[in-house]
Every structure is written in structure tokens, then in C-alpha cells.
């Protein structure tokens, strides 16, 4: 298994967070995920794999700890940047920056976001600090 691989299957559970209700099976597609994780090769790529999975978890964890609706406007906006964010199009330099200016906007979400889900969003920050670590050049 490659990463490109892990990573079709980690875009369709980001794209489900989305939804107001999330599917029943969303856990085991987080299981199947952490299996697929474990199957890389690269310890690199085993990294930012299991990396993206703490997000998705962190994301899940607090919209769990919401009494009412699973997540705001502001955590289904960091959703979909971080996802834009791990898009594997672009040159490795393309790719960086997007990663950082996707960061920062992720932080300014973080600040205007409802103080239940404000760690949440800052967490998916740390899969895109492994991602953009993995792209540097010296890390190769």
C-alpha cells in the first residue's frame, strides 16, 4: 500500500466530518485507516498517515464533547482548508506554501471559532506540520 493511497481513504472521512450527522460507520473507517497506516512502508509516510488520524480523532473528539450540534460554521471551514491544504497537486514548493499559508488561516479560524472547538482546529495543524516537515527539502 502507498500513501496516495491512504490518502483517497483519509479525503473521504475529512469529507464526511462535513455533514451535521456523521455516518455509524465512521469508526470503523477510522480503524480501517490506522490499518492501512500501519501498512506503509516509509516510516515518513507512516508519520503524516497517523498524523492526519489524530486530527481526524481530535475533530471527532470535540464535536462529540458538543451537547448540540456536532461542529460550527468555523470547524466545517477548517475542515475543508486543511483538506485543500493536503492536496497532493503542485510542485513540492507550490505544495509548501500552501500547506503554510493553510496553517495560518487555519489559526485565524481557530481564533474566531467557539471556545469548545478552538483546540480542535489548531490540532489539524500539526498533520500539516508533518506533511510540510516531510516536503522540506532536507527532508529527503
Do not use: C
Not at 60 to 78: L, Y
Amino acid at each position: 500500500m502507498d500513501y496516495a493511497q491512504f490518502k483517497v481513504e483519509s479525503e473521504k472521512v475529512w469529507d464526511v466530518l462535513d455533514a451535521k450527522v456523521l455516518p455509524p460507520t465512521l469508526q470503523d473507517d477510522i480503524a480501517r485507516l490506522k490499518e492501512l497506516a500501519a501498512s506503509l512502508e516509509d516510516p515518513r509516510q507512516r508519520w503524516r498517515a497517523e498524523g492526519t488520524i489524530l486530527s481526524i480523532e481530535g475533530v471527532i473528539r470535540e464535536g462529540e464533547a458538543a451537547k448540540e450540534e456536532p461542529w460550527s460554521d468555523a470547524m466545517n471551514e477548517a475542515v475543508q482548508v486543511h483538506s485543500a491544504a493536503s492536496d497532493d497537486s503542485g510542485t513540492k514548493a507550490e505544495r509548501i506554501a500552501r500547506i503554510t499559508a493553510a496553517m495560518a488561516e487555519i489559526g485565524r479560524i481557530a481564533d474566531s471559532a467557539p471556545s469548545d472547538e478552538q483546540y480542535a482546529i489548531v490540532e489539524m495543524n500539526g498533520s500539516l506540520a508533518m506533511l510540510r516537515s516531510s516536503l522540506e527539502p532536507d527532508a529527503e
